[in-house]
């Protein structure tokens, strides 16, 4: 879809930028200096943002660094980039080289560096493009496999499974029972490409499917679909795992709660799960144990994924200051203490040999294999994932057999490409996401202002986290419009309160709760539309001083309509230090945002909302 841009007179442009120049508070004010003084940091969840960016900030106190949660998709990097916005640091998880090709030449060479030498060479390989460049590296991995509950194995007196025969064995012995032998969230895309993975890592790891391998990853070579050599054994393994395990139609409607319902209430014996889970089910004394994938060949291989892969802007090379601070924040965001603090409880693995991450007592059976590097790291591009929920689910269904799975997976894989999406809106004016200490983020506030008129509140407050970056002067498609707001379950709560009440919530937002709703640095600072905080600084941490309305102090007996944007837990947090009565809308944020751009909806002027002193 082409934009036709009509410019305006230049006088009515001159006009408007004297208005903006007279009317004290409307307008973000925009201080170079800040803009060139910032790094830019993306976070693919708000989970990172919440217990990962304040550490890499606190060991940093001199560099200035703007955390944003972007997502969890490389599509969402490349449309930045193709309207000249991409970050100065990159994270995601949902990750290929095959969809990283479109950012390659805007990406910096991370191959001389000793963050690069220090990664084992069996996982930088994963990541090295055909000239020898390396533009992302990985942080410590998940591990991904099978879970068994062992008091329902002791109870049946049934073996816990050590090989694929006494796989079936198992799950065949407790559907006998009324037990399910095994059961997954199959309602999810990861879960089909993990099960189809891992249950033929010998065979996608051999000569023959790391040659395959490669050409699918380099970003150099034409997309290419399955070859015939390896891709039909692993549709023949999944084809018969579904029968050996006795996954029904049924299985394809289970998402996460319910599996995981079923196997601490004893009706399941063997779910697929991290060793994340595992950690969290001994901790609530469930005896459960972490096995791997087994080959029908014998071996036994854990699937990992890391907790996300970093890029850095190319760009930074042109300024060294910025690229020596873009350094030291990548040197922090990879050393052990920092993976330490992502390893919540010792359940991931290390791909660095600088880092040594002590390995949870509950997963301490997993040694031999880590020790041996029965490793195998997914592929997770975008195709990937939703070829494996398409095909996959339709051999659940008994549609399509081994054969015919092959052929469909090949064939999506060879037209991925060819969707094109809509264009829903044009945005003609772009704000800056860099926070200001006087006035904010233009970004921010263009989208707390439109989101203060889509609920129709007096004021709005919303959590540093709501917003993935700046709003760009560009042609948005759905997908992308969607994006602008934060990922992670964003959800609005709405109250009428006094102007006493306002000031308190304010306060829990500027100041944080004890439950963790904290900023940890400018930029992760609450969002205001509809009124000006006055806040003091003093040594990383805030305090409220004033809020103003329409440039006037709120008097305490004054009602004021809200409406809060937070996550669940925070909101829940916040709302124990106040006694305000709030409804949470029953639509998530995401979805009223993309209801209203779908109805032709606009993004508002951005104004000041934040003073710092």
């Not at 009317?23 to 708000?46: A, Q, R």
């Not at 109870?155 to 816990?160: L, S, T």
């Not at 509809?530 to 004033?546: F, I, N, P, R, T």
Request: proline share 3%; aromatic share 10%; net charge negative.
């Amino acid at each position: 879809m082409k934009t036709i841009r009509i410019r305006k007179p230049i006088a009515l442009f001159l006009t408007a930028i004297m208005i903006i120049s007279l009317l004290s508070g409307c307008s973000v004010k925009n201080d170079t200096g800040e803009e060139e003084n910032t790094i830019t940091v993306y976070m693919w969840s708000n989970a990172l943002y919440n217990r990962y960016a304040p550490y890499i900030q606190s060991q940093l106190e001199d560099i200035n660094i703007q955390f944003v949660v972007g997502n969890n998709d490389l599509d969402f990097y490349k449309f930045l980039k193709e309207n000249g916005s991409l970050p100065d640091i990159i994270t995601c998880r949902r990750f290929s080289l095959h969809d990283a090709v479109e950012l390659k030449d805007q990406l910096m060479d991370l191959s001389i560096t000793n963050a690069s030498g220090a990664v084992y060479d069996s996982y930088i390989d994963s990541f090295t493009n055909s000239d020898g460049t390396v533009n992302w590296l990985p942080l410590c991995g998940e591990v991904d496999g099978l879970v068994v509950n062992r008091k329902l194995f002791e109870q049946y007196n049934i073996p816990v499974p050590t090989d694929y025969e006494s796989l079936v064995y198992a799950c065949k012995e407790f559907d006998k029972v009324g037990i399910r032998g095994f059961v997954a969230d199959f309602a999810y895309d990861y879960t089909c490409m993990e099960i189809l993975q891992g249950l033929s890592i010998s065979e996608i790891s051999s000569m023959k499917g790391s040659l395959w391998r490669s050409r699918y990853e380099d970003p150099m070579d034409e997309t290419i679909g399955l070859d015939n050599k390896i891709w039909p054994k692993v549709f023949e393994n999944m084809e018969q795992f579904i029968e050996d395990a006795n996954i029904q139609p049924g299985d394809l409607e289970l998402d996460y709660t319910p599996v995981i319902n079923m196997f601490i209430e004893g009706k399941a014996a063997i779910i697929r799960a991290g060793g994340n889970e595992v950690v969290e089910f001994q901790k609530k004394g469930i005896d459960a144990e972490f096995i791997p994938y087994f080959g029908q060949d014998g071996q036994q291989w854990l699937l990992t994924y890391p907790q996300f892969q970093v890029a850095l802007n190319a760009e930074l090379a042109k300024d060294k200051a910025r690229q020596d601070k873009a350094m030291r924040i990548l040197n922090m965001m990879l050393s052990e203490e920092a993976q330490n603090v992502l390893s919540q409880g010792g359940n991931v693995v290390a791909y660095s040999q600088d880092v040594d991450l002590e390995l949870s007592p509950y997963l301490n059976n997993l040694k031999p294999l880590i020790d041996q590097n029965r490793l195998y790291i997914r592929i997770a591009s975008n195709d990937f994932f939703a070829a494996s929920k398409e095909v996959v689910s339709k051999m659940i269904k008994g549609e399509y057999n081994a054969q015919q799975a092959y052929k469909a997976f090949d064939e999506l894989l060879c037209h991925a490409d060819e969707k094109v999406e809509e264009v829903v809106f044009s945005q003609n004016k772009g704000y800056s996401s860099v926070f200001h200490q006087d006035g904010g983020s233009q970004g921010y506030s263009a989208m707390a202002n439109t989101l203060r008129k889509i609920y129709d509140s007096d004021v709005l407050i919303a959590a540093g986290d709501s917003f993935t970056g700046s709003v760009l002067k560009a042609d948005y498609t759905q997908k992308m419009a969607a994006n602008l707001i934060m990922p992670n379950a964003l959800q609005a709560w709405k109250s009428n309160v006094t102007g006493e009440e306002l000031k308190e919530i304010i306060r829990a937002y500027v100041e944080g709760t004890k439950s963790g709703l904290k900023p940890f640095n400018r930029g992760s600072l609450p969002v205001a539309s509809g009124v000006l905080m006055e806040v003091k600084e003093s040594e990383g941490s805030y305090k409220l001083v004033e809020v103003l309305k329409d440039g006037r102090e709120i008097q305490d007996d004054e009602i004021f309509s809200i409406a809060c944007l937070n996550t669940e837990a925070h909101m829940s947090s916040l709302l124990k230090t106040s006694d305000c009565s709030f409804e949470k809308e029953n639509l998530g944020v995401k979805d009223e945002w993309k209801t209203y751009i779908l109805n032709g909806g606009t993004i508002s002027e951005p104004e000041s909302y934040i003073t710092i002193e």
